[in-house]
């Protein structure tokens, strides 16, 4: 619709994630508008991250060194270790200050639909870690959709024979939510982990 460069920045904006024709025009005539300085900061700020973040060599989250953040503190519990999709969902985690353990990113879930496997996951990395015997439990916390579940079973099914303890992030109805809107899965789900309050 637009001549030249004015497209191709609604295009290239366009490929990300949850940004549909509309928004990424929306974003465009935003930067067009916006005061060069603070356009030069933004295309500055893509750079760096790309020049200088690396997924860590032990878990796979995001860093700017061989390890994360999280890796690299020798007060996290060495023994207990929760296996995530995305580095993302790390943060998610951390937010919530229960947790004081190790992390394993697999970087997405089991979809066949899109062609993801096993062996495009970091499950390979996720044995090695476990090998040494040092962790005595897995939490696995992937998202509680299709993947997600998929991803779950499959690595449950890898680490019960190894002997190490496995559990699954609990999941059901939201604080706040109705219970005519819950999915079947979701109230099922909370059914299963109902806890007696007398």
Request: net charge negative; hydrophobic share 40%; charged share 30%.
């Amino acid at each position: 619709m637009y001549d030249g460069a004015v497209q191709d920045l609604i295009d290239e904006l366009g490929h990300l994630p949850g940004i549909g024709p509309k928004s990424a025009q929306r974003i465009a005539f935003h930067i067009l508008a916006t005061d060069a300085t603070d356009v030069q900061r933004l295309a500055e700020a893509i750079t760096t991250v790309k020049e200088r973040v690396r997924f860590c060599d032990t878990c796979g989250n995001v860093a700017e060194s061989e390890q994360c953040r999280i890796c690299a503190d020798t007060r996290r519990l060495d023994d207990v270790l929760c296996v995530v999709e995305e580095p993302k969902d790390v943060v998610a985690i951390e937010r919530t200050r229960e947790y004081r353990g190790r992390y394993h990113v697999l970087g997405g879930a089991i979809d066949p639909m899109n062609g993801v496997g096993p062996d495009d996951l970091r499950i390979r990395q996720l044995l090695t870690r476990l090998g040494d015997g040092a962790i005595e439990e897995v939490i696995i916390a992937t998202d509680p959709n299709i993947e997600g579940e998929a991803t779950a079973t499959y690595l449950t099914r890898m680490l019960v024979p190894m002997g190490v303890g496995v559990s699954r992030l609990a999941s059901g109805l939201p604080v706040g939510g109705d219970l005519e809107y819950a999915d079947e899965v979701t109230l099922g789900r909370a059914f299963e982990g109902r806890r007696r309050v007398t």
